[in-house]
Every structure is written in C-alpha cells, then in structure tokens.
C-alpha cells in the first residue's frame, strides 16, 4: 500500500455494517488511530484485526496530528476510526484531514455508516435539502443558534445525548413552536432501534415517559 491516510467508518451499532473494503483496509494498514482502543477493540476482534492501535481523540488530536503526519510522510500508511460512524462528523478527524492535504498527503475516505443519513430518511421529513448542526452548544451560544435556525426552510439534524434528550426538545418547542413536526431516533441499527415520529410536544410526551438511552438523532422540520 501506498503511504496514506484511510478514514475508515465504523458501525454505528450492527457490526454486519462494516463494509468488505473498510475490513481490507483495517487489515492491511501499519496502524489504526482509534477514538477510544477500548472500544474500537471489540470490533477489531469481532473481525480477527490484528492491526496495531493508538489513541487519537478530541483530547490529544492537537499534540498528536503533527507526529502522525510525519509518520505517513515517513511511508506509514494510517486509517483513522471513531467509535461509530464516519471520523469527522461531530467526531475527531478534521485536523488530521487537513494537515495532511496541507503536508501533500493522499487522504482517501471510504464510504461507510453515518447516523445522520438513516435517521433522514427513517423520519419522513423532506430529504431534499436538509442541514447538519451536530451537537449544538451546551450553554454558551445555544439560544443564538436556536434563533438563527427559527426561520431555517430545509430539514434539519442535531445529535443529542439521551440525558438532555427532554431539555433539547423543550427548547425546539419554545423556539420553533409545539406544532413543528419532527423525528427521534435512538439505537439506529441495534436491537432496540426506535425512531419516534410526530409534533415536538408529541415527542416531549412520549419520551417524558420512558428512560431515555442510546445515542440520539433529532430531525426537525424547516419552518
């Protein structure tokens, strides 16, 4: 192989979602950068990977990309893993991305699972044109975001934790009105796979009343 940088996707959840390139490829790189090697372990046995890993997450991307770059430029070929989905999307991967196209570096990303594309489709909700916003912020700028969407036209995406699950929703109801119809999905591919359609006050209802679990996508209706 040609030294290079792979960003490889990972299931989101079913394991049979790896694609027979994306095992190819984890198989015949020099070393994998994983989210988090406890994790990504699970996987790569599950599949008789015997590559070798290291750490590269949202806490050490920075004082690490450089090192990296220099090894691909040394004739280390790399794939780059999250714990599920595609590296970069609302995961670490952007700066590695960037610093080795800035280095001169052939990047190739594979095509694979993304959470945002099944919830899309699984929501009814036009897919024509749509937005992504990822997790939005915590405090800081959250109500400004939410003003800026208010009169957004197209479908939009937020990634969300199950803890503020309610909270998000409450906010979408006050901001974008009760009535805006919407989309939760919860365990995209697991066992318990739910995705939950109807009003935000309907969703605020059903969820109110269950414990909440598993990795969320929101879809909501443009205005």
């Given at each position: 192989?040609?030294?290079?940088?792979?960003?490889?996707?990972?299931?989101?959840?079913?394991?049979?979602d790896l694609t027979f390139r994306a095992l190819r490829i984890l198989k015949?790189?020099?070393?994998?950068?994983?989210?988090?090697?406890?994790?990504?372990?699970?996987?790569l046995k599950h599949y008789g990977i015997q590559t070798r890993m290291q750490?590269?997450?949202?806490?050490?991307?920075?004082?690490?990309?450089?090192?990296?770059?220099?090894?691909?430029?040394?004739?280390v070929t790399i794939a780059l893993i999250s714990d599920a989905g595609t590296?970069?999307?609302?995961?670490?991967?952007?700066?590695?991305?960037?610093?080795?196209?800035?280095?001169?570096?052939?990047?190739?990303?594979?095509?694979?699972?993304?959470?945002?594309?099944?919830?899309?489709?699984?929501?009814?909700?036009?897919?024509?044109?749509?937005?992504?916003?990822?997790?939005?912020?915590?405090?800081?700028?959250?109500?400004?975001?939410?003003?800026?969407?208010?009169?957004?036209?197209?479908?939009?995406?937020?990634?969300?934790?199950?803890?503020?699950?309610?909270?998000?929703?409450?906010?979408?109801?006050?901001?974008?009105?009760?009535?805006?119809?919407?989309?939760?999905?919860?365990?995209?591919?697991?066992?318990?796979?739910?995705?939950?359609?109807?009003?935000?006050?309907?969703?605020?209802?059903?969820?109110?009343?269950?414990?909440?679990?598993?990795?969320?996508?929101?879809?909501?209706?443009?205005?």
């Open positions: 192989m040609n030294p290079k940088l792979y960003i490889v996707p990972t299931p989101i959840g079913n394991l049979e015949e790189v020099d070393l994998i950068l994983a989210e988090d090697t406890r994790d990504s372990v699970k996987l750490s590269y997450h949202l806490f050490n991307e920075h004082q690490k990309v450089q090192a990296f770059v220099d090894k691909i430029k040394s004739g590296p970069a999307i609302s995961d670490p991967g952007f700066l590695l991305v960037r610093e080795c196209v800035n280095a001169g570096i052939d990047v190739e990303c594979l095509p694979g699972a993304t959470a945002f594309v099944p919830a899309l489709v699984n929501s009814a909700l036009p897919c024509e044109r749509f937005i992504f916003e990822g997790f939005l912020p915590v405090k800081k700028g959250r109500q400004t975001k939410l003003q800026e969407l208010k009169n957004q036209d197209c479908t939009m995406i937020f990634y969300e934790s199950p803890y503020r699950l309610i909270k998000t929703l409450e906010q979408f109801s006050e901001v974008f009105g009760s009535d805006r119809k919407a989309c939760v999905c919860r365990e995209l591919t697991k066992i318990h796979e739910e995705n939950k359609r109807g009003t935000l006050n309907d969703l605020i209802t059903h969820f109110s009343q269950k414990d909440v679990k598993g990795e969320i996508v929101i879809i909501v209706a443009g205005k």
